[in-house]
């Protein structure tokens, strides 16, 4: 008699996206002898943390320090790379004027370049905030304005926040400065730079003033194709150029993706799903859809897109910064990375330079619809009235966009997000982690933690990963972690975590500006 072939029983679990959080997830699952599939509409992996090349020029989507209070991550990088995973100088300057200043700032370089006059000025301007404060304190103008005067507020943070966001400083609620620079202001940038010049190896408490990183030899990418090569040799799927168009459901359950992948269709069986691709983009692959309003909900969910222009320059050394940002309201340039100074290997000639310029925008506005041939155009042009390079040096140049880059904080996106939480909640198998998996702003550390945690919750435990995206200490509800938690530092370090993540502008309601602005 022929016994029946076993069935069998290993978890079929799929992971929406190979960024940071999906591919730390399917490592996790891993590492614990389940084979995972991890499915992205992109050709290489890394998301937003890739490392394009262009004729054997390595750059960025955007620069990526790889900085973490979680030991357990710092191991895993470590791990991952050994001898490759470089420790690097942080030297970052704010052009104004044909200027730089040195970020943080340093008192002698300061004085130099804003000069007597305007330093008397900042000074004066500084002191009469203190004397009479904006208040009620309700918008980022106001909260610069109250620690640093109105002078300096216009001179370093009024038209680069402009150009990233695409808003007003008037517009942006206060809360964002009070996490974005938390601890900084004129009085503790002086004694941060004093303290450092009797100190220079003293750590920074104030996470703006970050004076060292880490990064891959070969750009972040690197990383995370280590990541994808660990996942594939322990049996592990990475399936590339695979959109997801379809995420099929019961009502209760998620019983399978659907991708498209070499122009056919695919459905994965899915016990369990692990989503890190936009929310907006996940719902509206939902089958059958969801509600009206909850698709509603997630359609007025927005980002912010991102244009990378990357130059070839024909000499060795154009200035030593790895960034700098912009903040002549002139050029529509907000940051230009020198990938060089990342690490000498991103570039293949050690006579040449390799720059990229960064455009903030909107998909369909004027920067995004322009042609590649006119945004080269528009860099080398910026380049040169800059007085960072001269055209003739200029040799070659690519063009990358990346669409929904950062996740826009504007007004109603709360109530937005809490319909579609709830919404999300209700079915048994589904996580969303990581930035756009959860529309939070967040570094990729904070994306690999929201993965571990999510993997964790398969094995018995109960992490709300939302409760891990507040700005608040994280273990205050739910069931304490198990020791092998405890051990690698990621409970235990939450809310260090949270201290190192970037924030978003949230917009001031409508009402309340009209009314600031008639009074």
């Not at 070659?396 to 319909?419: H, I, N």
């Amino acid at each position: 008699m022929r016994c029946p072939p076993e069935r069998d029983t290993t978890p079929r679990i799929v992971i929406v996206g190979a960024g940071p959080a999906g591919l730390t997830a399917a490592q996790q699952l891993a590492e614990r002898g389940v084979r995972p599939t991890v499915v992205d509409r992109d050709c290489r992996v890394g998301g937003l943390s890739q490392t394009l090349e262009y004729k054997g020029y390595r750059f960025d989507i955007g620069g990526h320090r790889f900085y973490t209070k979680v030991p357990g991550v710092e191991r895993l990088w470590r791990d991952m790379l050994g001898a490759d995973f470089l420790r690097r100088p942080r030297l970052s300057r704010i052009y104004y004027q044909r200027r730089m200043f040195h970020y943080p700032l340093k008192p002698l370089n300061a004085l130099w370049n804003l000069g007597i006059g305007t330093a008397v000025a900042v000074v004066a301007s500084y002191v009469r905030s203190k004397l009479t404060p904006v208040a009620p304190e309700v918008t980022f103008e106001d909260w610069v304005v109250n620690r640093f005067g109105r002078r300096l507020y216009r001179i370093f943070f009024e038209t680069y926040t402009k150009k990233v966001w695409g808003i007003e400083g008037s517009s942006i609620r206060a809360q964002w400065a009070a996490q974005r620079i938390k601890g900084l202001s004129l009085k503790a940038a002086c004694a941060e730079m004093l303290a450092s010049a009797l100190k220079p190896r003293r750590r920074t408490s104030v996470k703006t003033l970050i004076a060292e990183f880490e990064y891959p030899r070969l750009g972040p990418g690197m990383m995370w194709e280590a990541f994808s090569r660990r996942v594939e040799t322990a049996g592990g799927q990475v399936l590339l150029n695979s959109p997801v168009v379809g995420i099929e459901h019961d009502g209760q359950t998620v019983r399978s993706v659907v991708i498209e992948r070499n122009g056919q269709r695919e459905t994965l069986p899915a016990d369990q799903v692990i989503s890190s691709m936009p929310i907006r983009d996940l719902l509206n692959a939902w089958t059958p859809p969801p509600p009206p309003e909850v698709l509603a909900a997630a359609r007025r969910l927005n980002y912010r897109d991102f244009i990378s222009v990357a130059i070839i320059i024909d000499t060795p050394d154009l200035f030593p910064d790895n960034w700098i940002y912009i903040h002549d309201p002139s050029v529509h340039v907000g940051r230009i990375q020198n990938y060089k100074n990342w690490s000498p290997d991103m570039v293949p000639e050690p006579g040449r330079t390799c720059l990229g310029l960064e455009y903030f925008c909107s998909e369909g506005d004027e920067l995004w619809n322009m042609s590649d041939d006119a945004l080269l155009a528009l860099a080398r042009r910026e380049l040169q009235q800059l007085g960072l390079a001269n055209l003739e040096q200029m040799l070659d140049g690519t063009v990358v966009r990346m669409l929904k880059a950062y996740p826009v904080y504007d007004e109603g996106f709360e109530q937005a997000l809490a319909t579609v939480r709830a919404y999300v909640g209700s079915f048994a198998n589904l996580q969303l982690i990581g930035r756009n998996g959860t529309h939070k702003y967040n570094n990729q550390d904070h994306s690999m933690v929201s993965a571990m945690l999510a993997v964790r919750n398969l094995y018995g435990e109960r992490n709300d990963l939302w409760a891990l995206n507040a700005d608040d200490e994280y273990y205050e509800q739910g069931t304490p972690p198990d020791p092998a938690a405890a051990a690698d530092g990621v409970t235990d370090h939450i809310r260090d975590l949270q201290q190192t993540q970037p924030a978003v502008p949230v917009a001031v309601p409508v009402s309340f500006a009209s009314r600031r602005t008639s009074t």
